[in-house]
């Protein structure tokens, strides 16, 4: 399993994340590839930067893939970006959304011997 990262932001963090993913998702729905779309997104925070590209990549691949049902190589095509990536950060997000869930399975049933090692 991938090392999984994740970040608590501050209120300032979260609106520099916000705005950001706005951008970044205006830019694709206008056309730009997803590494244009993302140089829109003037984040100066290197690290913030990168989480904030990881999600909207995520979300993008959540909505389009999972949602709407778009094959994986049509959504490669449309963020101009390789396969192989997508299909990384694709597995990498279903390995979050389960480490999710095994999180919130132990917090709410901390006495099951399921999930507790």
Known sequence: MADVKYKDYTPEESMIYEEAL???REGVKNGLSFSEACSK??????????????????????????????????????????LKKLVAASM??????GTTAAEAY???????????A
């Not at 990498?92 to 959304?97: A, I, K, R």
């Open 22 to 24: 706005t951008k970044i």
């Open 106 to 116: 132990r917090e709410e049933n901390p006495d099951s011997p399921i999930g507790h």
């Open 41 to 82: 997104a003037d984040v100066q925070d290197a690290g913030l930067k990168e989480y904030i590209e990881d999600d909207a990549l995520k979300i993008m691949i959540a909505e389009m893939h999972y949602q709407q049902n778009v094959p994986l190589q049509e959504i490669a095509d449309k963020l101009k970006i390789s």
């Open 92 to 97: 990498e997000m279903l390995e979050d959304v």
